[in-house]
């Protein structure tokens, strides 16, 4: 019943910054999920870039984005933002969040199989 919402994206310069944002709706409370952010390069499989744990506060970064995103609620505990600084042009995918109980961040960001995705939202990283 949870449905997942992706908004935020556009055309940002190298180097520059952007947020996105997921609101996750049909929902009680989030307080034992972990959320998270993938995104996907062609031909390639979808990957987590971004998580964090409601739970237990945790989060976790994959390596080439470390020190560069942020991930973090946007007031309502249904809302999560992703906050991208420093963008490369590799940076510029199409960004998915995912939300799941009862996992840890790093496990959420290194899951696999991963079916129920929002229609994401475009990031383009250009002059």
């Known amino acids: 019943q949870v449905q997942l919402t992706e908004s935020g994206g556009g055309l940002v310069q190298p180097g520059g910054s952007l947020r996105v944002s997921c609101e996750a709706s049909g929902f009680s409370t989030l307080d034992h999920y972990a959320i998270g952010w993938f995104r996907q390069a062609p031909g390639k499989e979808r990957g987590g870039v971004s998580c964090?744990?409601?739970?237990?506060?945790?989060?976790y970064y994959e390596d080439s984005v470390k020190g560069r995103f942020t991930i973090s609620r946007d007031g309502a505990e249904n809302t999560f933002r992703l906050e991208m600084t420093r963008l490369k042009h590799e940076d510029a995918r199409i960004y998915f969040c995912?939300?799941?109980?009862?996992?840890?961040?790093?496990?959420?960001?290194?899951?696999?199989?991963?079916?129920?995705w929002g229609q994401g939202t475009h990031v383009t990283v250009s002059e």
């Open positions: 995912v939300v799941k109980p009862l996992m840890t961040a790093q496990a959420l960001c290194n899951k696999k199989n991963v079916v129920h």
């Open positions: 964090m744990s409601i739970r237990d506060g945790g989060t």
